[in-house]
């Protein structure tokens, strides 16, 4: 699976939009973007995925751009409850499922 | 969405003893699942696919006689750590394999995780 580029961390004021981007600018036909984030201590929890178009679910938006050699996930307002590390992952449809993961973006929201 | 039940929660267990972590999926069968360890400021290594009655496979590097994967039913795979060392001291986590719908997207549900010290 390619590799992914993400900032190490990050802050955002409580309330506001969290804007975290991704590079996978070796990114193939077939994988998927995952987004996982990891609350300190305890196992990640998947937010969203999206191939090509843009995606939005309860949690969060992704948006891909048309090329498809980066992405920004999104939460629109972010809580203190959001910090955490998140993780952009790339995975092909066609492979085993197993996911390896990057060192991730920490994200620190402040009141 | 899946459900995973990892027991225990924490161990503490003296050097050269083996400990044994669990990994139930509560609300799906569980055909795969994965083995990952973590380290203090690290992110998550996987080390071995866990099949529903087969082999697990071991990631490189990962010493399978050392980390024995068992997946004898579809709700519950274990992760022994045999002959432990203080090295061997981490944060083990597993995860169930989901398939997202008709698009064929893989979506991992990760347990609480298993934090083991040994001293």
């Known amino acids: 699976d390619a590799k992914t580029t993400q900032p190490t961390s990050m802050d955002c004021a409580e309330g506001r939009a969290a804007n975290l981007p991704c590079n996978h600018s070796?990114?193939?036909?077939?994988?998927?973007v995952y987004w996982y984030r990891q609350i300190h201590s305890q196992g990640p929890q998947y937010i969203i995925h999206?191939?090509?178009n843009n995606e939005t679910n309860e949690m969060a938006s992704l948006i891909i751009t048309e090329d498809r050699k980066s992405s920004t996930l999104i939460l629109p307002h972010a809580t203190l409850r959001d910090t955490a590390v998140y993780y952009c992952?790339?995975?092909?449809?066609?492979?085993?499922?197993?996911?390896?993961f990057g060192q991730g973006t920490t994200l620190q929201v402040k009141p | 969405g899946a459900v995973v039940s990892q027991h225990p929660s924490w161990v503490i267990c003296k050097s050269g003893t083996s400990v044994k972590i669990e990994c139930r999926s509560l609300?799906?069968?569980?055909?795969?699942m994965f083995w990952y360890r973590q380290f203090p400021k690290q992110s998550l290594m996987l080390m071995a696919t866990s099949n529903e009655g087969s082999k697990a496979t071991y990631e490189q590097g990962v010493e399978k006689d050392k980390f024995l994967i068992n997946h004898a039913s579809l709700t519950l795979s274990t992760l022994t750590v045999t002959s432990a060392h203080p090295e061997d001291s981490s944060f083990y986590i597993c995860?169930?394999?989901?398939?997202?719908?008709?698009?064929?997207?893989?979506?991992?549900?990760f347990g609480a995780g298993s934090r083991l010290t040994v001293l």
């Open positions: 992952v790339l995975h092909g449809s066609s492979n085993t499922g197993k996911l390896i």
């Open positions: 999206g191939l090509k």
């Open positions: 995860s169930v394999r989901r398939v997202f719908g008709s698009s064929g997207a893989n979506v991992l549900t």
């Open positions: 070796t990114i193939s036909g077939n994988e998927y």
């Open positions: 609300d799906f069968q569980a055909t795969t």
